[in-house]
């Protein structure tokens, strides 16, 4: 008999030892996968390529590189600190020389350029205007669109079907299918009359951005680098709740209280995400030193959980309920697909560098505690995931 109970106590031991070493095993591998895969380089090698390739082409032509050509040799000759940091932090010392001028005009046509449009030049704008529209052009053609289009509907249609499951009045319900109703995908044609035709590089280095402006979702070329198959309705669900995260409600309906109130506190908390407040001790110094204008200043006192591109500073803390709201917005939508994939978030299991202050909370802490905490979603992937943060519900 004792024997009898050592063998059961040793099984359940055992049992629970192998069901807990699989749970564990089955939570790094949702992201082991990511780094053996490294699904992001082997996608749209055709497009990537033809992005590469134009910007070199750019980069390369006659307007553009003579004045690259001699901005290098004037800092060369001045042994300017710039440069030299340049090479330093691209390990281009030993490099090659024609490596070196091809990266710099690369570099140039980029930071000098495209971050100057519209420049001085109109041989250069129109030269901007072509690259930006022969890139659009081949790498999102019919066929993407219209998959992408058929995603995004069905994203909409079942962030409607979210918010209709609230507690929340039938006047803010209201509000918000309507504006979830008249968000548009937002595609390059005639770059003149796009979203972009002030900020090429936004087309150029960005994937998807919620403008608030046109109630739209920009799509830029990064968006090759998020797979149909994985995780691209969730980043469109993302954009989705920027439309009515914290900061956008509060301009749109100063009078009527955010309805994700109690959801915000939550992930403002310990036992979630502890997303951090904006951190306004510099406010009224950088107001008097005239950093910030009148209008900026009072959008930002009237406007809790926004941010602006000039406050808060670098370093100083931005606000990082509008983000991770997008992030529990985005958890909500997936809930709702009947086969949910694994790699609902696949992007985010690469480690990213959190600058001081950002408005975004680092990948785990977004996949981990938001994502993976959401209980529905944790229990379409088989209740395999640990550590995850407390849910926050809005009931
Ligand atoms: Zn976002």
């Known amino acids: 008999m004792i024997l009898n109970m050592k063998k059961i106590l040793s099984l359940t031991l055992l049992y629970l030892f192998i069901s807990l070493f699989c749970s564990i095993g089955n939570t790094v591998d949702l992201c082991k996968q990511f780094t053996e895969k490294s699904y992001k380089s082997k996608m749209y090698l055709k497009e990537k390529k033809f992005i590469d390739d134009s910007l070199l082409k750019f980069a390369n032509s006659k307007e553009i590189a003579t004045l690259a050509d001699s901005l290098l040799t004037e800092f060369i000759n001045a042994k300017s600190p710039t440069l030299f940091s340049w090479l330093k932090t691209r390990n281009f010392e030993n490099e090659k020389e024609e490596i070196i ?130 995780n691209l309705d969730s980043i469109l669900a993302h954009e989705i709740g920027h439309a009515f995260d914290s900061c956008r409600w509060t301009q749109e309906n100063p009078k009527i209280e955010w309805p994700f109130k109690k959801v915000g506190n939550c992930l403002r908390s310990e036992a979630s995400i502890n997303a951090k407040l904006r951190d306004d001790n510099l406010l009224e110094q950088e107001f008097k030193k005239g950093k910030i204008s009148d209008e900026v ?63 975004y909370i680092s990948n785990s802490e977004r996949l981990f505690g938001i994502y993976y905490s959401n209980p529905i979603l944790k229990s379409k992937l088989g209740n395999k995931i640990l550590n995850t943060k407390i849910y926050c519900d809005i009931n």
């Open 101 to 230: 001028a091809t990266q710099w005009r690369l570099y140039f046509a980029k930071n000098f350029i495209l971050a100057d449009y519209p420049t001085k030049d109109n041989t250069i704008n129109q030269l901007i205007i072509n690259l930006n529209e022969d890139i659009a052009k081949f790498i999102f053609n019919k066929s993407y669109k219209t998959k992408l289009e058929k995603v995004f509907s069905k994203i909409q249609e079942l962030s409607i079907k979210k918010i209709n499951s609230y507690p929340i009045e039938i006047k803010i319900k209201t509000i918000l299918s309507k504006k979830i109703t008249k968000i548009k995908l937002h595609w390059l044609v005639k770059f003149e009359d796009s979203n972009f035709r002030n900020h090429p590089l936004e087309f150029l280095d960005w994937g998807f951005a919620y403008d608030p402006t046109h109630n739209s979702i920009n799509i830029g070329v990064h968006a090759l680098n998020y797979p149909f198959n994985v």
């Open 297 to 359: 200043y009072s959008f930002l006192k009237n406007n809790l959980t926004c941010n602006k591109s000039n406050y808060p500073p670098i370093g100083t803390q931005s606000d990082q309920l509008p983000e991770t709201f997008a992030d529990w917005f985005s958890a909500e939508v997936m809930s709702e697909i009947k086969k949910v994939s694994e790699n609902v978030r696949y992007d985010l299991c690469e480690n990213n560098h959190i600058n001081p202050g950002s408005s």
